[in-house]
């Protein structure tokens, strides 16, 4: 037996803010939507992997989300033309991260990431 997946799942009344997050910063596509979920994801082949943290790192709470990309400039940018608060960072981590966190529209913290 092998886990193939592991899906966060975030409830919520109202799933079409999921999209302005999710879909139009982040850039991810929308893989179902079925009225009562909606699924954001991308095709491209990711490692399962699921943390278990005491706190954040660098004495930040713990995030909700940790959601690594490709260009973390990019995504800063487009969460600062949205008027997103900024909780935490950017910073480079000893870890050899550079990182924010941020609240999704679910206030969800979330930790956006790309390995340095």
């Known amino acids: 037996m092998k886990v193939k997946r592991i899906v966060a799942n975030i409830e919520t009344q109202d799933i079409s803010k999921a999209r302005a997050f999710y879909q139009d ?3 991810l596509e929308t893989l179902m939507d079925l009225g009562f979920i909606a699924t954001y994801g991308t095709e491209e082949k990711m490692t399962t ?3 278990f943290l005491s706190e954040g790192g ?4 713990v995030p909700d989300l940790s959601i690594e990309v490709d260009d973390l400039e990019e995504v800063l940018a487009r969460i600062k033309e949205a008027g997103i608060a900024i909780e935490y960072g950017p910073a480079e ?5 550079r990182r924010f966190f941020v609240r999704d529209p679910f206030g969800k913290l979330v930790n956006i990431l790309a390995h340095l």
């Open 25 to 27: 910063i982040l850039g």
């Open 49 to 51: 992997q699921i943390s």
């Open 58 to 61: 660098s004495g930040t709470p």
């Open 93 to 97: 981590e000893p870890w050899g991260v």
